[in-house]
């Protein structure tokens, strides 16, 4: 195996078309260049020839004219909620190899509110939900204070510091507002007042193993009120620390990362994914959401924050996420 192909969707492909009136996260979960171009050299210095294929109906002319031994994924998709489905889907059918989940597990995973249902029947604790699809709703069954997240959206695209919501009174506004902005369902969880972690993860079944975890803290503020949403991921620097390990009793650690890697394999995740995890305010960790697709942004994605922190060197992580998947496809 020598040519890996990265398929990819950058936020400029899509900043010419005309969305309408649309939040200014539309774009958010999009990757830059930069990211692109630090994959293509961690594989080129593994010995792998890299090749850019995009995403899209280029992606796919570009597989049938000259399909690559395997594809990196890290592309986002376009339009629907299944969207991150479509580049595996193609692999799939095409029967060419490809790292990170399988579309079905792609699909589910960023609906907030299936993945919950999925790991709550395995036996995974998450926080009680409603998933709501007008402004009129009840919501009643929840404790308060909650958070409002648009379900079908990653990268904390729709979650602000308003998100969060302490009084009944407040909550129709902001989901109302959502619904418009996002055009989606929303989903309405019980908002965690406890520590934040997020959980990195390699591997296949049985096999996948946690690598570290990472507590995410405000830098300023009530702890218990914090929401690792747009505005503290855009001013990281000043308003996030991470510390890894976590800064938790080693009991509570492994129960977080126990919780983690029960939902992953829950969700058929495959080769990588980050999941994350908060605590309730009675001390139980809970499931918040999966990252089949994690950010690989050398310097921003909270993936390459956590292995850099444990020393993995951000091409050993490249590397390991291609072993996962070439492992998994051997014949």
Do not use: W
């Not at 990195?200 to 914090?226: C, W």
């Not at 921003?300 to 951000?314: A, K, Q």
């Amino acid at each position: 195996m020598k040519i890996v192909g990265i398929a990819f969707d950058l936020r400029k492909d899509f900043e010419g078309l005309d969305l309408g009136k649309v939040p200014d996260d539309r774009l958010e979960e999009y990757d830059s260049e930069e990211t692109v171009q630090a994959i293509a050299v961690a594989l080129t210095s593994l010995g792998y020839v890299p090749r850019l294929l995009g995403g899209g109906r280029g992606f796919i002319e570009k597989v049938l004219r000259e399909p690559p031994d395997l594809v990196f994924n890290i592309a986002e998709g376009f339009g629907t909620r299944s969207r991150e489905a479509h580049v595996p889907a193609v692999c799939e059918m095409l029967r060419i190899p490809c790292t990170h989940s399988d579309p079905l597990t792609a699909a589910l995973t960023l609906d907030k509110g299936l993945a919950k249902q999925v790991v709550a029947a395995a036996g995974v604790a998450t926080p009680k939900s409603v998933t709501v699809t007008s402004s009129v709703f009840d919501a009643s069954a929840l404790s308060f204070p909650v958070i409002a997240k648009p379900s079908f959206e990653g990268s904390s695209m729709g979650v602000r510091r308003r998100s969060r919501v302490t009084q009944p009174s407040d909550l129709r506004a902001v989901v109302e507002e959502m619904l418009g902005d996002y055009r989606q369902p929303v989903l309405i969880e019980e908002f965690q007042t406890g520590p934040e972690l997020t959980v990195g993860i390699l591997g296949n079944g049985d096999r996948a193993r946690v690598i570290a975890s990472m507590e995410i803290t405000p830098t300023h503020g009530n702890p218990s009120e914090f929401v690792y949403g747009i505005e503290a991921k855009r001013n990281y620097k000043v308003e996030v620390a991470y510390h890894v390990p976590p800064r938790l009793p080693p009991a509570e650690i492994a129960r977080a990362e126990s919780l983690a890697l029960a939902a992953y394999r829950a969700l058929g995740c495959r080769d990588v994914g980050r999941v994350d995890v908060r605590f309730g305010g009675d001390g139980a960790p809970r499931f918040i959401e999966v990252n089949p697709l994690p950010g690989l942004n050398p310097v921003t994605g909270d993936l390459c924050i956590l292995s850099g922190r444990i020393g993995m060197e951000y091409p050993a992580l490249i590397g390991a996420i291609v072993d996962e998947a070439r492992r998994r496809t051997a014949p």
